[in-house]
């Protein structure tokens, strides 16, 4: 379970310093369950989708958190065992670095059905950002990177999802200052099928609510099974 200061300042992060989530790409990379906790020390309930099937769980924690501080910076760290209601047991820690250049902090955990959450954040006074998540257990795993820089305008990300019966890949980049934007998509499943699609906006192309795309692609599947 990630910190509570962690989760605002991820939140302040994908707000306000424009990390880009297009969803007509199909991308989204924003963390799938960072749990809100309520308390710092001792018990604690967290709430949120730990395992990405769209469903809520809940967490019920023993958590410890230090602070400190010196002229600078601050800092504070985190540990916590629990159960969560769809997960089982579980243990984790997080962290968060502040000073005088940025910001940093992450955290993880693992879970009794073999699988784990980490995830990590990242801001500085230059304008750089960025953001990190992997969710893995039985079946599935998911990760997803992303960050730019506030001031000049770019962007990009990245995500990977894949179960039991196929993976799927997608990319993106592009300028918020321009309008610019590259997208690529792939995915190839047990069945023998498979496709790839990349499509973009060139630099200060008006879109007209609809976008100026230039696109490419090919959606192919090889013969699976045959009878007779």
């Not at 955990?109 to 230059?126: K, L, P, Q």
């Not at 309008?179 to 047990?190: L, P, V």
């Not at 060139?202 to 976008?211: D, Q, Y």
């Amino acid at each position: 379970m990630l910190h509570l200061l962690s989760f605002l300042e991820f939140l302040s992060g994908m707000f306000h310093n424009g990390f880009k989530i297009d969803r007509d790409a199909g991308e989204q990379h924003t963390m799938a369950m960072i749990n809100l906790p309520i308390g710092n020390d001792g018990f604690q309930i967290g709430i949120g989708d730990s395992n990405r099937d769209g469903r809520i769980d809940f967490d019920f924690g023993i958590r410890s958190q230090a602070y400190g501080s010196s002229p600078f910076g601050f800092g504070t760290a985190g540990a916590e065992i629990g159960f969560n209601t769809q997960r089982g047991l579980y243990a984790g820690g997080d962290y968060s670095n502040h000073n005088a250049f940025g910001s940093s902090g992450g955290g993880g955990r693992v879970f009794a059905d073999g699988g784990f959450e980490a995830g990590s954040w990242s801001n500085d006074v230059f304008g750089n950002y960025g953001r990190s998540y992997a969710n893995a257990g039985p079946g599935y795993a998911h990760s997803s990177v992303g960050g730019g820089n506030v001031y000049n305008g770019n962007y990009f990300g990245q995500q990977t999802d894949s179960n039991y019966f196929g993976t799927a890949q997608s990319s993106w980049g592009g300028n918020t200052w321009n309008g610019s934007f590259q997208a690529n998509q792939a995915y190839a499943n047990i069945f023998g099928q498979g496709g790839s699609v990349s499509y973009g906006t060139p630099p200060f192309v008006p879109s007209f609510g609809g976008g100026h795309y230039q696109s490419s692609g090919c959606n192919c599947a090889r013969q699976f099974m045959r009878f007779g």
